[in-house]
């Protein structure tokens, strides 16, 4: 059979082979194109070693020699370029002690994690698969490549890899390896939270992201972060987490989806834990602050939610309002247009008024400031038509004589 692949890999494997030497594409790039997937790289494995590639090719870059690998530019894109490799003992239950090259592809197939992950090809051999590959990917199936217990005990970021495959691709997983994930799950521990993070991540923006209760099921779960098992407790289960879905496949929406019934602090404590990035925390708390707060379709209202999120946790809240069937979404999004075509002030800075004029009608400088500023935000929010310089002024000095004036 044979598989089509970008030229630039064609152009790699064709010099290296031409040098004398092995060379193939090799695992998720093989995986997704027999599946008629767009990879998102196209990896090389080659019997030459580091500085044999080097020499082969015009632009390189030193990847990780150590482990065998060198990047190789060609037409501004990275092609890596790693040779056959066997992985020394896993003392920490995530990276190999040591490694050693070999000469001997199927050695380099061995040590990869799952058979459709562990298959190599080139247009002169086709598919090279030695430990049914192909069978699996056609039934549908995550299966380790030899033993289980004992690949997941070398590296449990195989653990979640399993599970986050299985909601890309729509797999099952085969029943040792679903056992061994069970029975290695306290090892989740060895992995770097932001390992941990960037999987659990892949899987909510894949199609099925309600596969993330196999975390739960497996009892990977109290090895995640605070607040994750209790975020998987949801007493309508997957149809629950389907509806994750039907979000934007965002990071911030589908961990906003996944959170939805979380306090948005804790739901920012575990996040944080997970080393998400502070953009992120930051609109998922917004999201689910706006979601869960019972909104009254006034105009007010909406306009104070827009004086605190963006637009975009906007959408977000809405969207999570939307999710969960509350009828007042649309709404709310009719109000919020409306909103905006009037161009209403929603932001201090977008009042008519700013510090430097209030200092200058008299108020002084200081805690009242800022306390005068938002009184006046808040009285336009009410009331947009107040958003003028002369009246804001007025009400801004009747504030200084007295506590009703606003
Ligand atoms: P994707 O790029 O979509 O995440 P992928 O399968 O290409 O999927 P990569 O992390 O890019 O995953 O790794 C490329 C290949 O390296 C895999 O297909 C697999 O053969 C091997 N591999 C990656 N991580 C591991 C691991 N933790 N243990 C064993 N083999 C691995
Ligand atoms: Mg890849």
């Known amino acids: 059979m044979k598989m089509t ?12 082979r031409e040098h004398g030497y092995e060379a193939f594409a090799v695992g998720g790039c093989v995986r997704d194109t027999l599946l008629g997937r767009k990879p998102e790289d196209w990896d090389i494995t080659t019997s030459a070693r580091p500085e044999a590639v080097k020499a082969m090719f015009p632009r390189t870059v030193d990847t990780g020699l150590k482990h065998g690998t060198v990047t190789i530019i060609k037409n501004k894109k990275g092609y890596e370029v790693t040779t056959y490799r066997i992985d020394g003992e896993y003392l920490d239950g995530r990276h190999p002690d040591s490694v050693e090259f070999t000469a001997n592809l199927t050695e380099d197939l061995k040590r990869r994690d799952f058979t459709i992950n562990a298959m190599a090809y080139s247009h002169e051999t086709g598919i090279v698969d030695e430990f049914g590959g192909m069978e699996d990917l056609k039934n549908g199936v995550i299966r380790c490549v030899g033993l289980a217990k004992d690949r997941f005990s070398e590296d449990a970021l195989r653990l979640l890899r399993a599970i986050r495959f299985s909601a890309q691709l729509d797999f099952a997983i085969e029943k040792e390896t679903y056992q061994a994930i069970y029975e290695i799950a306290p090892n989740l521990l060895k992995v770097s939270r932001e390992r941990v993070q960037t999987e659990l991540t892949k899987l909510l923006l894949s199609a099925h992201p309600e596969r993330i209760l196999l975390t739960e099921e497996t009892g990977l779960s109290s090895y995640v972060a605070p607040g994750f098992p209790e975020a998987l407790k949801e007493p309508e289960g997957a149809a629950w987490y389907g509806a994750i879905a039907s979000l934007p496949a965002e990071k911030s929406m589908r961990w906003a989806g996944l959170l939805r019934h979380r306090m948005p602090k804790q739901a920012a404590e575990t996040l944080k834990a997970l080393k998400l990035d502070n953009e992120t925390i930051g609109n998922v708390q917004k999201m689910l602050e706006g979601a869960q707060m019972p909104l009254p379709l006034e105009k007010p209202e909406i306009r104070r939610m827009m004086s605190r999120l963006t637009p975009y946790q906007m959408e977000g809240a809405l969207n999570l309002k939307a999710m969960d069937g509350d009828k007042t979404a649309p709404e709310i999004r009719k109000l919020w247009n409306e909103i905006l075509e009037a161009g ?63």
């Open 344 to 406: 209403d002030c929603v932001s201090l800075k977008a009042l008519a008024v700013g510090g430097k004029d209030l200092i200058e009608a008299g108020i002084e400088r200081g805690p009242v400031l800022g306390e005068t500023l938002n009184r006046l935000l808040e009285a336009v929010l009410k009331k947009p038509e107040l958003n003028t310089r002369e009246t804001l002024l007025k009400m801004a000095g009747e504030r200084a004589e007295g506590p009703e004036a606003l």
């Open 5 to 16: 692949m970008p030229g630039e890999v064609e152009w790699i494997i064709g010099r290296i």
